[in-house]
């Protein structure tokens, strides 16, 4: 694995979690618990055990609950918590803009708050030969809120975005990804120059990546099919997050 020194993790967890309430009701959805852990903690537990101590929170929704969490449960965490105040009325383009002071130079990897994930996809992405990268399932039922892939015949992305048709699609983009630090400095110059405009104020991290492709900026793909995973943003994503992973964590704890 290679070393992991100049690699940050950036955590976006600024939304409300609408689709899954009366669960989110009071509890921000990164905070819901599969088995006797929560979504954030299996998250943050997988980041350290991979060599990175330094996170990035953007947060909104209920900031407080993931604030106390994370100073109870993780104290020795290198974070930094930027708040997105316009976390209603924004999306994901938005918090991840706000991360760039935190960033700087590093290089770093993006998770969704509501992702639970195998170690070993991390640990895949981190060992991977390209720097800049999204992890995508190829094996995988497409339907209109997947953010799909195309890609070309070198394996570059051309489109990631949930407008895609998924007969084009290679497979699921499942919201992680590595990001060098020179893509990066590219990608913040991006959003912040999407964002002067209210009209994208609503539009995902992915819109910024599909602008570099267009500029011929390259974003490759790391190909996690087999390995388990799941996003939640359903009360039924819930479940099947539940019927994936509940053993694996009753084990684990036991």
């Known amino acids: 694995m290679k070393k992991t020194n100049n690699i940050k993790a950036i955590i ?11 669960l989110t009701d009071n509890c921000p959805k990164s905070l819901l618990k599969i088995g006797d852990k929560t979504i954030l903690e299996m998250m943050v537990s997988h980041i350290q ?4 101590n330094e996170i990035v929170f953007v947060l909104g929704y ?3 609950h993931i604030k106390d969490f994370v100073g109870q449960n993780f104290p020795d965490l290198n974070v930094h918590f930027i708040t997105n105040e316009h976390y209603a009325d924004t999306n994901t383009g ?3 803009m706000l991360t760039e002071e935190a960033v700087k130079d590093s290089s770093f990897i993006k998770f969704d708050a509501d992702v639970v994930f195998d170690i070993e996809i991390l640990k895949n992405l981190i060992a991977s030969e390209h720097d800049t990268c999204l992890c995508v399932d190829k094996n995988i039922n497409l339907e209109a809120e997947e953010i799909k892939v195309i890609i070309d015949d070198k ?5 990631a975005s949930k407008e895609v048709n998924p007969n084009d699609a290679v497979g699921e983009s499942i919201g992680i990804e590595k990001i060098s630090s020179d893509t990066a400095q590219l990608l913040f110059a991006e959003l912040k120059e999407m964002m002067k405009d209210k009209a ?3 539009d995902y991290y992915e819109s910024g990546y599909e602008r570099l ?7 490759n793909v790391l190909d996690i099919t087999g390995l388990k995973w799941t996003e ?3 009360v039924e994503d819930f479940a099947t997050a539940e019927r994936i992973f509940l053993h694996r964590v009753t084990k684990t704890l036991g």
Request: aromatic share 6%.
């Open 12 to 22: 976006l967890a600024a939304g409300v979690g609408s689709r899954i309430r009366p």
């Open 49 to 52: 055990a991979c060599g990175i």
């Open 62 to 64: 209920l900031e407080h």
């Open 94 to 96: 938005y918090s991840l």
């Open 155 to 159: 394996g570059h992305v051309i489109q």
């Open 200 to 202: 994208n104020h609503q």
């Open 213 to 219: 492709i267009a500029k011929n900026v390259i974003f």
């Open 232 to 234: 939640i943003d359903t």
